[in-house]
């Protein structure tokens, strides 16, 4: 009788070869030998929101002329991964964060380029100063050492440097640099894992992003791939030294933008490919809504002078990301399976190439401009407008990008 009823109730012994299969994929899942591309990481793909991909596609304007690719490509091995780029009081620069540790600054073609800053007392040039290889992947090994100074921004009251560093939070350096002195390392108690970019608010206070309490600089493919949205939008309050949180549970908060009239800020979330506002006066206070869906994987925003906003995207996003974002088991999947993670990689965007975005305050798009073919620029991090010129930073090559603008 007993034995009767456990048959009934399980399909699974009445079918062998069912049972195999489920065995099979219970196996897969489980990945008990780390068979799979993280070898036993405990990857947690989740569903996440990315705006539809042939509608985006469909209403984002082309540069046809492909204008990027008559920029020019400066300091060729002279500077490693310029992540974000900033110029002082007096004009000098640009000053940039490198894959090295070091914050540098080029100080014309007599001096040349000078370290400024450094922004943990680890750093040694034993074990950080490795000129060009710093943006390979054996670099990285030693980040959490060295840091990772990504956003920059000068205050422009008394001319102190304040720095987004990937490790080490965020810090603030004197006009005339050195080692740089942490103001923000800890949020609620705990670590801030990713510090990415900064702008100073006409109060002093400092809004920042941590854009993941999930995986630090070194291992950010995974955030972007899991879709994870664990990171956060921060403000540093320098007359009480105290951090809050502004804005939680962000897919990869990344590049932040005060307006011209201090009303709202712009931030991009690049695992959802979007550039958001969060508004700090008026009547939608603490509101946030999405300015726009963008073709790529956006880094900072940067403001010109006439208050309109740069956005740099890495181009493109593909129609499987949009599938992937809605089936995320489909991702967890994939990775409990001895294939390639750069082949998932591939899935979910396009070969990159670079495409630079102007919005105005309303949100409506100015201007594009492409290298479509991808030979200029790749990976592009920044896009800083200063004196008729776009100064355009990369995290993971050794150059700037010029170029003459309007
Ligand atoms: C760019 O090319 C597309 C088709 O390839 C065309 O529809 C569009 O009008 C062109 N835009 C400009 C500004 O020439
Ligand atoms: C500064 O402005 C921000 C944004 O409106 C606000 O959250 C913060 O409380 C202000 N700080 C002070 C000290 O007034």
Same mark, same amino acid.
């Given at each position: 009788m007993e034995k009767k009823i456990l048959l009934k109730d399980e399909p699974l012994l009445q079918h062998p070869l069912l049972l195999l299969f489920a065995l099979v994929i219970g196996f897969i899942f489980m990945d008990p030998f780390h068979f799979g591309p993280l070898g036993g990481h405990d990857y947690r793909p989740v569903k996440h929101d990315v705006a539809p991909y042939k509608q985006v596609m469909a209403s984002w304007p082309k540069d046809n002329r492909s204008r990027l690719g008559s920029g020019k490509l400066e300091f060729?091995?002279?500077?490693?991964?310029?992540?974000?780029?900033?110029? !002082?009081?007096?004009?000098?620069?640009?000053?940039?964060?490198?894959?090295?540790?070091? =914050?540098?600054? +080029?100080?014309? !073609?007599?001096?040349g380029w000078e370290t400024f800053a450094t922004v943990t007392p680890t750093w040694s040039e034993k074990l950080c100063a490795n000129g060009i290889q710093s943006t390979k992947g054996k670099q990285s090994k030693h980040e959490h050492r060295c840091g990772r100074p990504l956003g920059l921004r000068?205050?422009?009251?008394?001319? *102190?440097?304040?720095? @987004? !560093?990937?490790?080490?939070?965020?810090? =603030?350096?004197?006009?005339?640099?050195?080692? /740089?002195?942490?103001?923000?390392? &800890?949020? *609620?108690?705990? &670590?801030?894992?990713f510090a990415n970019d900064? *702008?100073? &608010?006409?109060?002093?206070?400092?809004?920042?992003? *941590?854009?993941?309490?999930r995986y630090n600089r070194v291992n950010h493919f995974f955030s972007l791939l899991e879709g994870e949205a664990t990171g956060r939008l921060l403000r540093y309050d320098p007359t009480t030294g105290t951090t809050h949180v502004v804005l939680d549970e962000l897919a990869f908060p990344n590049g932040v933008q005060i307006s011209k009239d201090h009303s709202f800020l712009l931030f991009t979330e690049t695992t959802n490919c979007r550039l958001m506002k969060y508004w700090l006066e008026g009547p939608r206070t603490g509101q946030v809504d999405i300015v726009a869906n963008l073709p790529g994987y956006p880094d900072n925003v940067r403001l010109n002078? %006439?208050?309109?906003? +740069?956005? @740099?995207? !890495?181009?493109?996003?593909?129609?499987?990301?949009? =599938?992937?974002? &809605?089936?995320? +088991?489909?991702?967890?999947?994939?990775? %409990?399976?001895?294939?390639?993670?750069?082949?998932? /990689?591939?899935?979910?965007?396009?070969?990159?190439?670079? =495409?630079?975005?102007l919005f105005n305050d309303k949100g409506e798009i100015l201007e594009v401009l492409e290298d479509q073919k991808g030979e200029v620029m790749k990976l592009v991090s920044e896009v800083k407008e200063v004196n008729g010129k776009l100064w355009i930073g990369t995290v993971a090559h050794n150059h700037i990008a010029t170029l003459p603008y309007p």
């Open positions: 060729v091995n002279e500077v490693y991964g310029p992540e974000s780029l900033e110029f !002082d009081l007096l004009g000098r620069g640009p000053y940039t964060g490198m894959a090295d540790g070091r =914050v540098v600054r +080029w100080m014309g !073609d007599s001096l000068f205050d422009r009251n008394n001319g *102190d440097l304040y720095i @987004a !560093d990937a490790y080490f939070g965020l810090l =603030v350096v004197g006009p005339e640099g050195g080692l /740089a002195t942490p103001l923000a390392t &800890h949020v *609620d108690g705990k &670590h801030i894992l900064l *702008d100073i &608010h006409k109060n002093g206070s400092i809004f920042f992003t *941590d854009t993941s309490k002078e %006439r208050g309109e906003f +740069w956005v @740099a995207i !890495d181009c493109c996003r593909t129609p499987m990301q949009e =599938v992937l974002a &809605h089936y995320p +088991w489909i991702k967890s999947f994939y990775f %409990r399976l001895p294939l390639k993670m750069s082949f998932l /990689a591939r899935m979910t965007a396009m070969e990159m190439y670079t =495409v630079i975005s």
